[in-house]
């Protein structure tokens, strides 16, 4: 390895070769030295460990000295896994987070979630298709496309916000029939979704509160914006992403300036009136399962056309 390369960040998608044995629970022998593998996770900021994904699905954490790229050792390997350039392959790509809910302020980072769409090839692979790629340098996650709808038909509110983020950086035209189809997926399951994960923080907060006697702002603005966006999804049959309205207030909370007293005062009237949101929705009980199975055949053909990445 050269000096170069040994500094290089590579990124998700990445084919590798293990350099040491991978070993499971029990220091058991999962997969021999020279195994090929994609990467599925770059380091965060401070580490030095790659997420790398194997064709059985195991997945184990390398450092770099510990795998090589796969190309220099192509002309070795018989077969192998086909090209795959990550980039062809997404069809949406969007600004999330603080950017895309009207909150960021100057030190807010720019975070970008999508959608890739797996080649034929890798779909139909010993690797299979990795259900999610994540950049920890670039800020960017990509689900396969399966994964993704999976996820919005639950809907999972961080997969619903993508799909109704104001700032859209990449659509194809298959992104595109996707965003025509978003209301499909909206039912009344936001209530459940969205109203869980509120209450994941709240419990996390109280936790905080006894233990360590403090409180966690940024997850209580969060929480809020939950509610928030959450009730307004069950009245407009659309996600509000933006939350400017009540920007001011929210930042407050995460800066701390408002007392936990009050933000409890506000967290319980914003539940109360998630609930009454939900007695008066139009929302469907269930989204609509067919036309997502539908738009997934349809991309999955088209991914195999002679031509496609």
């Known amino acids: 390895m050269s000096p170069m390369e040994d500094t290089l960040l590579f990124s998700a998608g ?11 629970p029990n220091s058991s022998l999962v997969h021999p030295r020279g195994a090929v593998g ?3 996770r770059t380091p965060v900021d401070g580490e030095s460990h790659y997420l790398i994904r194997f064709p059985d699905g195991f997945e184990t954490s390398l450092r770099r000295e510990e795998f090589d790229i796969l190309k ?17 392959c997404i069809i949406y790509r969007c600004v999330v987070g603080s950017r895309a809910y009207g909150l960021e302020t100057e030190d807010s980072d720019t975070d970008r979630r999508g959608i890739y769409l797996a080649p034929a090839e890798l779909e139909w692979s010993l690797f299979g298709a990795p259900e999610q790629f994540e950049d920890n340098a670039a800020q960017e996650c990509f689900w396969e496309l399966q994964k993704f709808l999976v996820m919005a038909l639950r809907a999972n509110p961080n997969i619903l916000e993508c799909l109704y983020s104001p700032l859209v950086d990449k659509v194809t035209p298959l992104g595109g029939e996707l965003l025509a189809l978003r209301e499909r997926f909206l039912s009344q399951m936001v209530f459940q979704t969205f109203n869980g ?3 994941s923080q709240f419990k996390k907060i109280e936790q905080d509160r006894r233990n360590h006697g403090q409180v ?11 509610l928030i966006t959450g009730a307004a999804t069950l009245r407009e049959a659309s996600v509000p992403v933006r939350v400017t309205a009540s920007r001011d207030r929210l930042l407050a909370v995460k800066r701390g300036g408002i007392p936990w007293e009050e933000v409890e005062v506000w967290r319980r009237e914003l539940h ?6 939900l007695a008066g929705t139009c929302l469907p009980e269930r989204p ?14 088209e991914m195999a056309q002679p031509g496609r990445p």
């Open 216 to 226: 966690r702002w940024k997850h209580a603005m969060h929480l809020l914006r939950l």
């Open 72 to 88: 220099l050792f192509k002309d070795r390997l018989p077969g192998g896994a086909a090209a795959f350039d990550l980039e062809a």
């Open 288 to 301: 609509d399962y067919e036309a997502a199975n539908a738009f997934l055949i349809r991309a999955r053909r």
């Open 38 to 40: 994609i990467i599925t």
């Open 272 to 277: 109360r009136d998630f609930e009454k949101a």
């Open 14 to 24: 990445t084919q590798v070769v293990a350099l040491v044995a991978i070993h499971g």
């Open 197 to 199: 994960y509120a209450m």
